[in-house]
């Protein structure tokens, strides 16, 4: 069982910047995909980003690609979201997940994923 733990969430002002973390137990979290999703009010939850287990390769949504950037430290086991230029439409609650499979495979879609952390909420103000 891995457990997923976010933090850095918060109040932002547009234009501003900020830094989620991810913190997972366990012992195999360099074996996992690591993920970020998103889900606002009334929306229905989407991905953010993705990043194979050794951190070489990411995904990024359309909607946050040259704004945010999805990276790891397995000495850590910690995943991390820095997030720039934010504006009212990141307004959500962010989730970290992990897939306990290749560890090469993103996924887009959120039943692909094994372990859910308990959400950040970010708040975007204009």
């Known amino acids: 069982q891995v457990q997923l733990v976010e933090s850095g969430g918060g109040l932002v002002q547009a234009g501003g910047s900020l830094r989620l973390s991810c913190a997972a137990s366990?012992?195999?979290?360099?074996?996992?995909?690591m993920a970020w999703f998103r889900q606002a009010p009334g929306k229905e939850r989407e991905l953010v980003a993705t990043?194979?287990?050794?951190?070489?390769?990411?995904y990024y949504a359309d909607s946050v690609k040259g704004r945010f950037t999805i990276s790891r430290d397995n000495a850590k086991n910690t995943v991390y979201l820095q997030m720039n230029s934010l504006n009212n439409e990141d307004t959500a609650v962010y989730y970290c997940?992990?897939?306990?499979?290749?560890?090469?495979?993103?996924?887009?879609?959120?039943?692909?994923?094994?372990?859910w952390g308990q959400g950040t909420q970010v708040t975007v103000s204009s």
């Open positions: 990043i194979n287990s050794n951190g070489a390769r990411t």
């Open positions: 366990g012992r195999t979290f360099s074996n996992y995909v």
């Open positions: 997940v992990a897939d306990r499979g290749s560890g090469q495979f993103m996924a887009v879609m959120s039943y692909a994923y094994d372990y």
